[in-house]
C-alpha cells in the first residue's frame, strides 16, 4: 500500500514539474486587417449601396423599376423577362444573393406580390442614375 501511494504521489510530482518547464508558444504572427467592406463585393468602375439604404421605388416602365436609396440616389433595375405586375405594384421585397453590396442584377431578384401569390422577378441589369437623368423623368 505504502509502494502505491508513493508512485502516485512521484508521478503526480514528475508531471507537474513536466508541465511547468514546457516553453511557452511562439506568439501569432500579425494577419493583414481584411479590405473594407466596400472593396470585397464592389466590381471594379460600379456604383454599389447596401440593401439596408433602400428606402423607396417608382415605377419607371413595363420593365423597369427606378430604386431609391438616398435623396438624390436612384437605381433603374432592368428586369429579365417578364414581371406583368410590377408597374401596378405598392410593395416590392429583394432577394439578396450573397453577402455585401448590390452592384449588378445578379446580385438581387425582385418579389413582386400578385393575387396568386409572390413572384420572384430577375433583375438584369442595375444602372445609377446621373443627375441630368432623374432629372430629365
Not at 516553453?23 to 471594379?44: F, H, K
Amino acid at each position: 500500500m505504502r509502494i502505491l501511494s508513493f508512485s502516485i504521489v512521484a508521478g503526480a510530482a514528475l508531471l507537474t514539474a513536466a508541465c511547468s518547464t514546457r516553453e511557452p508558444p511562439p506568439p501569432r504572427a500579425e494577419m493583414a486587417p481584411p479590405p473594407p467592406m466596400a472593396a470585397q463585393s464592389r466590381p471594379e468602375g460600379k456604383d454599389c449601396f447596401w440593401l439596408s439604404q433602400v428606402n423607396g421605388f417608382t415605377n419607371a416602365g413595363r420593365h423597369q423599376v427606378d430604386v431609391h436609396t438616398g435623396p438624390s440616389e436612384v437605381y433603374r433595375f432592368e428586369i429579365m423577362g417578364s414581371c406583368p405586375d410590377l408597374p401596378y405594384t405598392e410593395d416590392m421585397g429583394f432577394d439578396q444573393h450573397g453577402p455585401g453590396q448590390i452592384c449588378r442584377g445578379v446580385d438581387v431578384t425582385l418579389i413582386v406580390p400578385t393575387a396568386a401569390g409572390p413572384r420572384r422577378c430577375p433583375v438584369r441589369m442595375i444602372h445609377k442614375l446621373s443627375p441630368a437623368e432623374m432629372h430629365a423623368q
